[in-house]
């Protein structure tokens, strides 16, 4: 048997540093190649992709809220192919084949839990990109009203006008009708005055119509209108069509109270009548006198007997 001569040892020992110093080298290779691609990446990103969608969006008039959003969407995806692009560069390339797989698993996971989550969160989108309705506006939804003060990325927050606060999912406002008096520059409103029947509904009108004028609120352009538009059982009904501008919830209700009152007065001073409903019961009581005495008879019967 022969021993290890010490030039067949050095010889050894020569391979396996070299072997070692070989693999280091490789993985420094890959640290090096992973950190450039994703730092070239990230600041290419950064510095032009991120300024140039920003400048776009901005460019097309969207709000400060679609600005962050986007700002939020575009560094993370940034971030995500400054990863892939430096792991690509490091040659790893089945690495970034098994996140992948392993990823779209987790979100196809993640969506079947949180499908209400993610369904308010677009419809949370579509709302900020469509704009139904902005900050300030004053909406009506499932027998509900108020002013919005917060439209977020899943919920939207209103203000009632008892001053409650009701958070609503962005999937309900954006799946239902939503009433928005507010949209346009003038808003039409109607009112019905009933007027008795021996009322001259000619002098009725006039007077609707000349009160409307003295109100301050309600537009010359379009002119108020009255329209008879039913024979109550009680009343002949007309309605009053009038437009106010710049309509907001505050000034609505002040301009319909202050017209309805000086409708109310003016007519008491011409002697127009404003029945209300009433219904008098007519007939008569009759008293079958047969059948008290067949009672009175059959009481006493027992004590004839006896």
Same mark, same amino acid.
């Given at each position: 048997?022969?021993?290890?001569?010490?030039?067949?040892?050095?010889?050894?020992?020569?391979?396996?540093?070299?072997? &070692?110093?070989?693999?280091?080298?490789? =993985?420094?290779?890959?640290?090096?190649?992973?950190?450039?691609?994703?730092?070239?990446?990230?600041?290419?990103?950064?510095?032009?992709?991120?300024?140039?969608?920003?400048?776009?969006?901005?460019?097309?008039?969207?709000?400060?809220?679609?600005?962050?959003?986007?700002?939020?969407?575009?560094?993370?995806?940034?971030?995500?192919?400054?990863?892939?692009?430096?792991?690509?560069?490091?040659?790893?390339?089945?690495?970034?084949?098994?996140?992948?797989?392993?990823?779209?698993?987790?979100?196809?996971?993640?969506?079947?839990?949180?499908?209400?989550?993610?369904?308010?969160?677009?419809?949370?989108?579509?709302?900020?990109?469509?704009?139904?309705?902005?900050?300030?506006?004053?909406?009506?939804?499932?027998?509900?009203?108020?002013?919005?003060?917060?439209?977020?990325?899943?919920?939207?927050?209103?203000?009632?006008?008892?001053?409650?606060?009701?958070?609503?999912?962005?999937?309900?406002?954006?799946?239902?009708?939503?009433?928005?008096?507010?949209? =346009?520059?003038?808003?039409?409103?109607?009112?019905?005055?009933?007027?008795? =029947?021996?009322?001259?509904?000619?002098?009725?009108?006039?007077?609707?119509?000349?009160?409307?004028?003295?109100?301050?609120?309600?537009?010359?352009?379009?002119?108020?209108?009255?329209?008879?538009?039913?024979?109550?059982?009680?009343? &002949?009904?007309?309605?009053?069509?009038?437009?106010?501008?710049?309509?907001?919830?505050?000034?609505?209700?002040?301009?319909?109270?202050?017209?309805?009152?000086?409708?109310?007065?003016?007519?008491?001073?011409?002697?127009?009548?404003?029945? =209300?409903?009433?219904?008098?019961?007519?007939?008569?009581?009759?008293?079958?006198?047969?059948?008290?005495?067949?009672?009175?008879?059959?009481?006493?019967?027992?004590?004839?007997?006896?």
């Amino acid at each position: 048997m022969y021993g290890v001569t010490p030039t067949v040892a050095a010889l050894a020992l020569q391979i396996d540093a070299g072997a &070692v110093v070989a693999r280091l080298g490789g =993985y420094a290779t890959n640290v090096i190649g992973f950190v450039l691609g994703f730092l070239l990446t990230y600041l290419l990103g950064k510095l032009v992709l991120l300024p140039i969608a920003h400048r776009v969006l901005n460019r097309r008039g969207f709000d400060r809220t679609v600005l962050s959003l986007a700002d939020s969407v575009l560094a993370a995806l940034v971030v995500v192919l400054a990863i892939s692009i430096g792991f690509m560069a490091a040659g790893f390339p089945r690495f970034l084949t098994a996140v992948a797989t392993l990823g779209g698993a987790l979100a196809l996971a993640v969506g079947f839990a949180a499908q209400d989550l993610i369904g308010n969160f677009v419809a949370g989108v579509f709302i900020i990109k469509d704009k139904p309705f902005e900050v300030g506006d004053w909406i009506e939804w499932n027998d509900n009203a108020g002013r919005v003060e917060d439209i977020d990325l899943r919920v939207s927050r209103v203000r009632t006008f008892d001053n409650e606060r009701i958070t609503v999912p962005n999937g309900e406002l954006a799946n239902n009708a939503i009433t928005n008096p507010v949209a =346009y520059d003038t808003l039409r409103q109607k009112f019905v005055f009933g007027i008795g =029947y021996d009322d001259d509904i000619d002098h009725a009108t006039d007077c609707i119509l000349e009160e409307a004028e003295g109100v301050d609120g309600i537009l010359d352009d379009p002119a108020p209108s009255v329209r008879v538009i039913e024979l109550g059982d009680s009343a &002949v009904g007309l309605q009053s069509r009038f437009w106010i501008d710049e309509p907001d919830r505050g000034d609505f209700v002040r301009v319909r109270s202050e017209y309805v009152q000086a409708v109310k007065e003016r007519f008491d001073e011409e002697g127009i009548d404003m029945p =209300y409903v009433h219904r008098q019961l007519t007939g008569e009581v009759e008293v079958l006198e047969s059948v008290a005495g067949e009672t009175a008879a059959g009481s006493t019967a027992p004590g004839d007997d006896a």
